[in-house]
Nanobody
Framework: QVQLVESGGGLVQPGGSLRLSCAAS????????MGWYRQVPGKERELVAH???????NYADSVKERFTISRDNTKTTVYLQMNSLKPEDTAVYYC??????????????WGQGTQVTVSS
């Protein structure tokens, strides 16, 4: 089992910045990929950013040049630096990890979600 704990959401004015963090913990797991998704009421959850090795990454077109995904040296924490935030970035942001455990094999794990609200 892999547990994910997110932090860093909140209320910010348009043009502002926020940094989301997601820390993975558990026993004997190996992470292949980490990413961030977001969801607004009435819409499907969408990919925001995704990375396999902390170096290569892909982004939704709507956040390119504004958001940056990164991982720490232990490769168990993923960050999302969000700059030049817009009202349309308002959503619940979810951390996603694709990891292997001996008990469950390869599996997707989700964080609890953190609210990001961009408003003046």
């Amino acid at each position: 089992q892999v547990q994910l704990v997110e932090s860093g959401g909140g209320l910010v004015q348009p043009g502002g910045s926020l940094r989301l963090s997601c820390a993975a913990s558990g026993s004997s797991f190996s992470i292949n990929a980490m990413g961030w998704y977001r969801q607004v009421p009435g819409k499907e959850r969408e990919l925001v950013a995704h990375t396999r090795d902390g170096v290569g990454a892909n982004y939704a077109d709507s956040v390119k040049e504004r958001f940056t995904i990164s991982r720490d040296n232990t490769k168990t924490t993923v960050y999302l630096q969000m700059n030049s935030l817009k009202p349309e970035d308002t959503a619940v942001y979810y951390c996603n990890v694709y990891a292997f455990t001996s008990a469950r094999g390869w599996k997707n794990y989700w964080g609890q979600g953190t609210q990001v609200t961009v408003s003046s």
